[in-house]
């Protein structure tokens, strides 16, 4: 059975629970995780914009492209309050490749109604290393229950979606979409996908810490 158009932004829209949350707790919560609150609110943003761009005739290329690049900034900055980089300027290195690496593929395709490919494959392959690096100090540095631990759930959760928008990448990128069946498969999928790391998203906000000192020491 195909999934409808309305039930697939439905499931993404669910992105707007955890950034709920995340704000309604805003003045409790740990500063170092204002990055993942402000990427919750842009991911549930571009979702609205994006269905009524689409509903509307239009591409959303633009869109989704400002959001990749907004993504990868505040994934790195969250990254930087964590501890996870060793040096102070890391992060902020960082961003700038990001930022310069957006604006050479934006440049290059001189159209807003294509989606940076390259530069999406490459902030998502970083990205999924950092949360693997992340991920495995969580699990060998800290005596928490897993399941309680917003870093944990957060990783994973960047693990999965990160990983899957690389491999549909690499296909688009090697022609391999031009079934439509199997590009209607892909974005099924993803949708699911979408939908479980959102789902780890909204235990996140739950569970992020009121005091520094909660967050994982060692990082």
């Not at 993504?71 to 700038?96: C, D, F, N, S």
Request: glycine content about 4%.
């Amino acid at each position: 059975m195909v999934m409808n158009f309305t039930t697939h932004v439905l499931f993404s829209l669910t992105a707007g629970a955890g950034a709920l949350i995340g704000w309604i707790r805003f003045k409790k919560t740990d500063p170092a995780f204002l990055p993942f609150i402000l990427l919750l609110t842009c991911g549930f943003t571009t979702e609205l914009v994006s269905f009524f761009v689409l509903m509307n005739g239009y591409s959303n290329a633009l869109y989704y492209n400002l959001f990749a690049l907004a993504e990868a900034l505040l994934i790195t900055q969250l990254y930087q309050g964590l501890g996870l980089y060793k040096h102070t300027h890391t992060g902020r290195w960082l961003q700038v490749f990001f930022t310069l690496l957006w604006l050479t593929e934006f440049l290059y395709r001189n159209r807003t109604t294509e989606f940076l490919s390259y530069f999406i494959i490459i902030y998502s392959a970083i990205l999924v290393l950092q949360s693997i690096d992340l991920l495995h100090r969580v699990l060998f540095e800290t005596a928490q229950k897993i399941y309680t631990h917003p870093v944990f759930l957060i990783s994973m959760g960047l693990i999965v979606y990160f990983t899957y928008t690389v491999i549909v990448e690499l296909f688009w990128f090697y022609g391999l979409n031009q079934s439509s069946a199997f590009r209607i498969r892909i974005y099924e999928l993803f949708t699911y996908i979408n939908l479980f790391t959102n789902i780890l998203f909204i235990l996140a906000t739950l569970w992020i810490p009121l005091k520094r000192e909660y967050i994982l020491r060692s990082l």
